[in-house]
């Protein structure tokens, strides 16, 4: 059985174990910690520490979205743009559902942060 996957027209397919799902990310390495910084086009924005030096950008993005979407680190893997800032993730063993709500909180909260970019020019 095939869902529609958080972050656009990704697939999603479900298994005895959960479904697997195609996230997209867009990453902005060597920020100063990891963090979900809202979406960028059908994609899921996000910072994390490391310079894309030797995959530890890469490796940064595996270790935020297990630990975000609460799945084992070997759940998830890089499937595309392991050299570019646009990046595809297989994550394995979730419920779509689940995915959607805590994405969406993740969003949520970051476009309400004090000194976020969308905040501000809210204010504006």
Same mark, same amino acid.
């Given at each position: 059985?095939?869902?529609?996957?958080?972050?656009?027209?990704?697939?999603?397919?479900?298994?005895?174990?959960?479904?697997?799902?195609?996230?997209? /990310?867009?990453?902005?390495?060597?920020?100063?910690?990891?963090?979900?910084?809202?979406?960028?086009?059908?994609?899921?924005?996000?910072?994390?520490?490391?310079?894309?030096?030797?995959?530890?950008?890469?490796?940064?993005?595996?270790?935020?979205?297990?630990?975000?979407?609460?799945?084992?680190?070997?759940?998830?893997? /890089?499937?595309?743009?392991?050299?570019?800032?646009?990046?595809? /993730?297989?994550?394995?063993?979730?419920?779509?559902?689940?995915?959607?709500?805590? /994405?969406?909180?993740?969003?949520?909260?970051?476009?309400?942060?004090?000194?976020?970019?969308?905040?501000?020019?809210?204010?504006?």
């Amino acid at each position: 059985m095939e869902q529609e996957a958080p972050g656009g027209g990704s697939k999603a397919k479900k298994g005895a174990e959960g479904s697997t799902i195609i996230l997209r /990310l867009y990453v902005q390495p060597g920020a100063g910690r990891a963090a979900v910084t809202g979406t960028r086009g059908d994609a899921l924005h996000v910072r994390v520490a490391p310079p894309p030096v030797d995959g530890r950008a890469n490796a940064a993005c595996e270790e935020l979205v297990a630990e975000l979407l609460g799945v084992p680190k070997r759940a998830v893997e /890089l499937v595309g743009g392991e050299r570019s800032r646009t990046k595809r /993730l297989r994550v394995r063993g979730v419920e779509v559902t689940q995915v959607r709500r805590v /994405l969406d909180d993740a969003v949520a909260k970051a476009e309400t942060r004090p000194g976020s970019p969308r905040n501000a020019r809210a204010n504006r």
